[in-house]
Every structure is written in structure tokens, then in C-alpha cells.
């Protein structure tokens, strides 16, 4: 076999197969380079306190550069806009979230942002107790942002002023007011108040997700496999090319066995050198052509 690979025609095939595999394994190498995200760039700042009005604008989602960012903020609450959340969890306790539309000074157009006050437990039978009147005045706020949560889905039995999610849409249409489309979990106190029965709510920034992405590895993965395949095709073609080979000279081998034979026995019969080979021409090709059939009958059976 290494005599058929050292043909040239082959010699040109590996090549050919070398250079595809070259072209495979470096789009192998890109895939897997992709298959790792940077992660979020702002992770390790989120504890950090800025100023909401320097990072964030209203009307415009939460990107990861202002997702779970502690922000300071100061203005006052807008009166009547106090809402629950229903199905929040304290250390395993079903409760409400209290929350309320905050109207942010240093805002272009005194927009206002959700503000969750705090936490409290269900009431009787699962209903959302009173929670007293909202701050009034100036507050100086500090919580983290986050973004909105979707909008409950199919039919609802909560008491009015309840709500499935915090989704800050289904607010903006409540309340009447333009509006950030995050929210902010105070973690200050200001937001309950003095006289509140509320209970402070912490939540921590959002766990990071995966940082590989198993779609451009498998691709990676594909690319090796393509480069590997190139080979082995090479090699393919060239065991078929040396079994091809190797056969023809069988052939060669046994046709001229017979044909030896049959103008022997021609030329002892007192037949003419031409008709003894024209006689062992048509022997030979007979033989062989029996032999073919004898092998092709057994290989079906």
C-alpha cells in the first residue's frame, strides 16, 4: 500500500486533504474562541453606589452595564400609587412585596421609577394587610436596580390593588405616569418609613450565567471531526486504489496461467501457432469469466 501512496497522483491528494484539514482545524479554533463570552463586564462593580441618573435613562432597558447596580436616587413618592406583589418569598414565608411609583429628581421629564418599600406576611386567608400611608417628602434612596419582571398571564383572582409580577408596563398603564423601565429594591429603610410594618427586602445580584456557549463548541468540535475526515478519506481512496491494484495483477496472473495452458494443448493438437493463439485467447477469457461467475453465485449465497 505505501507503494500506491507514493504515486504522485496521491502524493498531490494528501495535499489536498492536509490543506482542508488546516482550513478545518482553524475554523475549530475560531468556533472554540467564540464559545467563550466574556461574562459581565460590570460584575465585579455592582456593589458599588452611583448615581442612578448617571447610568441609567428612562425609557431604555436595562442593559448588563446597569442590571443589579446599587444606585442612589433622590425625590419623593407619588401619592395613591402604592401596589402589591403578590407570592414573594422571605426566608421561606409567603408575603407581599410593597411598592410604589417614585417620582426621581435630576429625571428629563420627572419620570418616575417603581421603588419595592419592603416585604410583608399574608394576612387572613391569604390577603394583603394594610401597610400604612407612604413617606412623604424628600427621601434619599439606595437600592439595587433590576429590570422588569413580565406581565402575569391568564386570568387573575387577587384582591385590587394586587399583582402577580412586578412588571413595570402594567404599572406605567396604573398609575398614569411615564416611567424607568426598571425598578429599584430599596435597601435603605427610607422607602417603609418610620411607622411602617414593612420588613426590609435584600436581594443580591443575579447569579452569572454560563460563560460557554455549548452551540459554538459542538461546532468546534464539528470542525476537528471534518479535519480528521479529510484523512481518512485520503486513506480510503488509496486502500481502494492498492486493492484495485493488486487485483488486476491477480488477474493478470491467472489469465496468463491459462493462456499458457490452452496453447500448449493447442499446439500439441497440431493446431498453427495463429490458431493456437487465437485458441488460448479464447480459453483464458472463458476461464476467467467462470471463475467470475462461480464467485459472484457464491458471494449471493
Known amino acids: ?12 491528494m494528501l495535499g489536498l486533504a492536509l490543506l482542508l484539514a488546516t482550513v478545518f482545524v482553524v475554523l475549530s479554533a475560531w468556533q472554540f474562541g467564540q464559545s467563550r463570552s466574556e461574562g459581565n463586564p ?13 447610568i441609567y435613562e428612562p ?19 407619588v401619592e395613591d400609587t402604592q401596589v402589591m406583589i403578590n407570592d414573594r418569598l422571605r426566608d421561606g414565608e409567603d408575603g407581599f412585596w410593597s411598592v ?16 419595592v418599600r419592603g416585604w410583608v406576611p399574608e394576612g387572613q386567608q391569604g390577603s394583603a394587610p394594610d401597610v400604612g400611608e407612604l413617606p412623604a417628602g424628600e427621601l434619599q434612596l439606595q437600592g439595587r436596580l433590576l429590570p ?23 404599572l406605567i398603564n396604573i398609575w398614569g405616569e411615564d416611567s424607568y423601565s426598571g425598578y429599584v429594591v430599596d435597601f435603605s429603610g427610607e422607602a417603609a418609613g418610620a411607622s411602617s410594618s414593612l420588613e426590609p427586602v435584600w436581594v ?13 463548541l459542538f461546532y468546534a468540535v464539528e ?17 481502494d486504489a492498492h486493492q484495485k491494484r493488486l487485483e488486476d495483477e491477480r488477474l493478470d496472473r491467472e489469465w496468463e496461467a491459462h493462456w499458457k495452458r490452452a496453447y500448449l494443448e493447442a499446439n500439441e493438437a497440431g493446431h498453427s ?29
Open 100 to 115: 410604589a411609583a417614585f417620582r426621581v429628581n435630576g429625571a428629563p421629564e420627572d419620570e418616575v421609577i417603581p421603588v
Open 42 to 54: 460590570v460584575q465585579e462593580i455592582t456593589e458599588e453606589p452611583v448615581e442612578l441618573t448617571d
Open 1 to 12: 500500500m505505501l507503494e500506491t501512496a507514493k504515486q504522485p497522483k496521491w502524493i498531490a
Open 204 to 216: 443580591g445580584p443575579q447569579p452569572e450565567g454560563s460563560d460557554v456557549n455549548w452551540l459554538n
Open 223 to 239: 470542525w476537528v471531526v471534518f479535519a480528521g475526515f479529510a484523512f481518512y478519506l485520503w486513506w480510503r481512496m488509496v486502500k
Open 273 to 301: 501457432p495463429e490458431e493456437a493463439e487465437k485458441i488460448a485467447n479464447h480459453e483464458a477469457a472463458r476461464a476467467l469469466e467462470q471463475k467470475e461467475t462461480s464467485s459472484a453465485g457464491e458471494s449471493r449465497v
Open 59 to 77: 425609557r431604555r432597558g436595562i442593559t448588563i452595564y446597569e442590571a443589579d447596580r446599587i444606585v442612589n436616587l433622590s425625590g419623593e413618592f
Open 148 to 170: 422588569t419582571e413580565a406581565p402575569g398571564g391568564g386570568p387573575r383572582d387577587l384582591p385590587r390593588g394586587v399583582l402577580p409580577t412586578l412588571s413595570v408596563a402594567e
